[in-house]
């Protein structure tokens, strides 16, 4: 161990501390740097790949849903032959410039339906056309098409953009009835210029870090040999002096000499680090006894704590996932019972019973999800969506002496979320069927305000809400006596709040009203 013999040789010391531990910092921070560099680049790479299949696969499907509405509105006034050219018309009218990322159509025998680049293209057949690598795309496309789901694959593929071949993914799914595939696909070489993007940020900052940390050694350096120059031998004796007396004062409580400092200065100082020293010895001695027991009793608590949140957490994750599994086969057995004994009022209600399940299991379900997965939108039929869920709580109504009495207006589309926007539906029927008195009816609306906002309402007759304000917070329960986890309410809150949903609740001792504005166009602006 090095021992300092004058200020001379602590200063010097103190440089060559201050440079070995700069160096230390600078390696651990390059290399953070360095690993923060990897992670980003893997989790660029696969986040805008996820992302890429997910615009694709909404891309095409959105695609599928206007042929499919298309084909049946004027399946009974058109031939077949007239909507499938207004189809591919009305398709390259939408279509965009970007010869990068461009939608493809061809029937199950690899005829080009629909090729944007280029329209001598389409008429001629590409079944057997092979990419660099001796995939056969179109086959392949074709193929996984026909799945239920449709599917992606990657392969090679010319790139006008760059003149060469170019790593691809894309998307296809069917529309079966005209034995079509539909797929569009997406250049990966743009990730490449996002990593670039990366490494150049990474460079730049590894310079700003050598930068500040070579100016910061300089001013320690500086500073220390300032420390040395205007220092006197009275000032390191007296500091000394000093020095000795803090060391003694752990063994003794003797004062210190005052004789032995020349400045009064420093004399005013010893005195105060005589009353200090005394103050802390007795502090010091409560204070380790009052840490030793606060911190005991804090690391006990954490723990508790820990174990209670994560018990908690796998609880429910495991709960939910449990819960699935039986819910599918009773529901399984329901349909099958049904068969063999229909209008049965004893099978209606374990019917009705699976159902509540179901949708509490979906509200758990999307709680668990909702940090970790991206809602994206899409354009919705609204109508269509609240006539299947009023069909599907048609029996849970029924069975607790209620019915609907809907007004809905037709063909409503709205840019959201399904699975969010099903959460809303689904959360207020529910809620309307558990608070409702008894043979009373359920009324429900769906109407356009104006242009660009429609309205959608439950109305009950039902006791009077007491605290509006807060009916829609986490676990509250106006009635506890009716069940649930006054979660339902709480999960619309924060889907509205996001999407910019504006709320209204009218209760009064005759009637509860929840009405919901929606936007029909995503508010960008806003």
């Known amino acids: 161990m090095l021992k300092a013999k004058s200020l001379y040789h602590l200063i010097v010391y103190s440089i060559l501390f201050i440079v070995v531990l700069i160096s230390f910092f600078t390696f651990i921070i390059i290399n953070n740097a360095h690993d923060e560099l990897q992670d980003k680049t893997e989790n660029l790479k696969t986040d805008y790949t996820n992302s890429q299949k997910e615009l694709l696969k909404n891309d095409v499907n959105s695609i599928i849903s206007f042929i499919k509405y298309y084909d049946n509105k004027y399946k009974k006034t058109k031939t077949q032959e007239t909507i499938k050219k207004e189809v591919l018309e009305a398709l390259h009218e939408l279509r965009v410039d970007n010869i990068n990322e461009y939608l493809f159509i061809y029937d199950f025998n690899g005829v080009s339906l629909y090729s944007p680049i280029s329209k001598d293209k389409e008429g001629h057949r590409y079944l057997e056309l092979k990419d660099k690598e001796g995939r056969e795309v179109i086959k392949e496309l074709i193929n996984i098409s026909q799945k239920p789901n449709g599917g992606y694959i990657e392969y090679l593929w010319y790139k006008l953009a760059i003149f060469k071949d170019a790593k691809k993914i894309s998307y296809a799914n069917s529309y079966k009835e005209w034995n079509w595939t539909i797929g569009r696909g997406v250049y990966l070489d743009e990730i490449d210029k996002l990593v670039k993007e990366k490494e150049d940020e990474y460079n730049q900052k590894i310079s700003n870090y050598t930068l500040q940390i070579t100016s910061l050694t300089i001013m320690l350096v500086l500073y220390s040999i300032f420390i040395y120059k205007n220092a006197t031998i009275l000032i390191v004796n007296d500091v000394k002096e000093i020095g000795k007396y803090f060391k003694e004062s752990q063994k003794n409580d003797n004062p210190i000499n005052q004789n032995r400092i020349i400045f009064g200065e420093f004399k005013v100082i010893a005195n105060y680090a005589t009353d200090a020293m005394n103050n802390i010895k007795l502090k010091t001695h409560m204070l380790e006894d009052l840490n030793k027991n606060l911190e005991y009793n804090v690391s006990e608590k954490t723990k508790e704590l820990t174990k209670l949140i994560e018990s908690q957490k796998t609880f429910i994750k495991n709960s939910v996932h449990e819960i699935n599994t039986p819910l599918a086969i009773i529901q399984t057995n329901i349909d099958l019972l049904k068969m063999k004994i229909p209008n049965n009022k004893y099978i209606t209600n374990i019917e009705s019973g699976s159902k509540i399940i179901q949708y509490i299991y979906d509200d758990l379900s999307y709680l668990i999800k909702r940090d970790r997965v991206i809602y994206e939108k899409e354009y919705l039929d609204f109508s269509k969506i609240l006539f299947e869920r009023l069909s599907y709580f048609e029996e849970i109504a029924v069975s607790n002496s209620l019915y609907f009495i809907n007004n809905i207006d037709e063909d409503m589309y709205i840019k959201f979320n399904n699975t969010e926007l099903q959460r809303i539906i689904d959360n207020n029927l529910s809620n309307a069927i558990k608070y409702s008195y008894a043979k009373s009816p359920i009324f429900v609306k769906l109407e356009y305000l104006n242009d660009t906002e429609i309205e959608f309402s439950v109305t009950t007759h039902s006791k009077e809400i007491e605290s509006v304000e807060k009916i829609f917070d986490d676990f ?28 209204n609740l009218q209760s009064n001792e005759k009637k509860t009203k929840f009405t919901y504005r929606f936007r029909i166009n995503e508010n960008t602006t806003a």
């Open 476 to 503: 509250y329960r106006e009635n506890s006596a009716r069940g649930g986890f006054g979660l339902g309410l709480k999960i619309v809150k924060d889907i509205c709040d996001k999407n910019l949903v504006i709320i």
